[in-house]
C-alpha cells in the first residue's frame, strides 16, 4: 500500500514489539495467540479456572447479552495498548484485525444492524486527534460487512480517569454521561466496540443508555478483556 509506503510500519513483532526480520508475529506471541484459555461465559473476562461464569455476572451485574474479548489484558497486550491509544500510533493492531472480525464470528456472530464504538467525549477527542474505539468499530465492521454508526452513542459529560477504581464507583462516575443521537425502531441488535474490557463498567453504562433509548440487545466486543482475579 501506497500508506506503508509513505510511513513505514517498523518491523517488529505487532504484539511485543521486538525486532524482527520483517513485520510478523515473533514465535512466543504466536504461542500467546493461538493459547486456549477459561473465560466467563457471559462478559467474557479471563479465568484462572475454568469455573463457567464469574462472580460479577453471578449477581448479574451487566445488562449487555454477552461481551467478548480477542486478548487477555496482560503482558505485551498492555504495552501495544499505551501505543494504539496515547501515542497515535494507530498502526499497531492492524495485524490483528482479521483475528478479531474471526473471533466476533466465533463468539457472538455477525448478526448485528450495526456497530457503535464506545466514545470519546468531544474534548478529548479533539486533543487525541482519534477515537482508538471508533478505528477498531471500522477496521471490524469492514470485515464483517457491517455499517458503523460513529455517533450513535455520544459522550456528553467528561469523566475523570478510572484506572485506579473499581466497578462501583466506575459506574458512578459514569452515569448520564452517554447519550443515543440516532433514531430507535425497538428491534435493533446492536455490537458495542471498545479497545479494553476491565471492570465492564463502562460498556455496562453505554449498554444502559443503548437499552434506554430503545436498542433490543447489546453485544460487546473488545481488542483486549481483564483476567479476573
Ligand atoms: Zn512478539
Ligand atoms: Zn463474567
Given at each position: 500500500?501506497?500508506?506503508?509506503?509513505?510511513?513505514?510500519?517498523?518491523?517488529?513483532?505487532?504484539?511485543?514489539?521486538?525486532?524482527m526480520p520483517k513485520?510478523?508475529?515473533?514465535?512466543?506471541?504466536?504461542?500467546?495467540?493461538?493459547?486456549?484459555?477459561?473465560?466467563?461465559?457471559?462478559?467474557?473476562?479471563?479465568?484462572?479456572?475454568?469455573?463457567?461464569?464469574?462472580?460479577?455476572?453471578?449477581?448479574?451485574?451487566?445488562?449487555?447479552?454477552?461481551?467478548?474479548?480477542?486478548?487477555?489484558?496482560?503482558?505485551?497486550?498492555?504495552?501495544?495498548?499505551?501505543?494504539?491509544?496515547?501515542?497515535?500510533?494507530?498502526?499497531?493492531?492492524?495485524?490483528?484485525?482479521?483475528?478479531?472480525?474471526?473471533?466476533?464470528?466465533?463468539?457472538?456472530?455477525?448478526?448485528?444492524?450495526?456497530?457503535v464504538p464506545v466514545?470519546?467525549?468531544?474534548?478529548?477527542?479533539?486533543?487525541?486527534?482519534?477515537?482508538?474505539?471508533?478505528?477498531?468499530?471500522?477496521?471490524?465492521?469492514?470485515?464483517?460487512?457491517?455499517?458503523?454508526?460513529?455517533?450513535?452513542?455520544?459522550?456528553?459529560?467528561?469523566t475523570p480517569a478510572?484506572?485506579?477504581?473499581?466497578?462501583?464507583?466506575?459506574?458512578?462516575?459514569?452515569?448520564?454521561?452517554?447519550?443515543?443521537?440516532?433514531?430507535?425502531?425497538?428491534?435493533?441488535?446492536?455490537?458495542?466496540?471498545?479497545?479494553?474490557?476491565?471492570?465492564?463498567?463502562?460498556?455496562?453504562?453505554?449498554?444502559?443508555?443503548?437499552?434506554?433509548?430503545?436498542?433490543?440487545?447489546?453485544?460487546?466486543?473488545?481488542?483486549?478483556?481483564?483476567?479476573?482475579?
Amino acid at each position: 500500500m501506497l500508506l506503508d509506503f509513505l510511513y513505514p510500519k517498523p518491523k517488529v513483532c505487532p504484539l511485543c514489539l521486538k525486532p524482527m526480520p520483517k513485520r510478523e508475529f515473533c514465535q512466543p506471541c504466536r504461542e500467546f495467540l493461538n493459547k486456549a484459555r477459561p473465560v466467563c461465559q457471559v462478559c467474557g473476562r479471563f479465568l484462572p479456572t475454568d469455573y463457567g461464569i464469574c462472580s460479577d455476572c453471578r449477581k448479574k451485574n451487566f445488562s449487555f447479552i454477552k461481551a467478548s474479548g480477542l486478548l487477555p489484558y496482560t503482558g505485551p497486550v498492555r504495552q501495544t495498548m499505551v501505543f494504539f491509544k496515547y501515542k497515535n500510533k494507530r498502526y499497531v493492531w492492524d495485524e490483528l484485525y482479521d483475528l478479531l472480525a474471526w473471533h466476533c464470528r466465533e463468539k457472538l456472530g455477525t448478526k448485528f444492524d450495526f456497530v457503535v464504538p464506545v466514545p470519546l467525549h468531544p474534548r478529548k477527542f479533539k486533543e487525541r486527534g482519534y477515537n482508538q474505539a471508533e478505528i477498531l468499530a471500522k477496521n471490524l465492521a469492514h470485515r464483517l460487512q457491517l455499517p458503523v454508526k460513529s455517533n450513535f452513542l455520544v459522550k456528553v459529560r467528561e469523566t475523570p480517569a478510572q484506572v485506579q477504581l473499581g466497578f462501583k464507583q466506575r459506574r458512578k462516575n459514569l452515569r448520564e454521561s452517554f447519550y443515543v443521537t440516532g433514531r430507535v425502531t425497538g428491534r435493533e441488535k446492536v455490537l458495542l466496540v471498545d479497545d479494553v474490557f476491565t471492570t465492564g463498567a463502562t460498556a455496562e453504562e453505554c449498554t444502559h443508555s443503548l437499552l434506554l433509548a430503545g436498542i433490543a440487545e447489546v453485544y460487546v466486543l473488545t481488542m483486549a478483556t481483564a483476567v479476573k482475579k
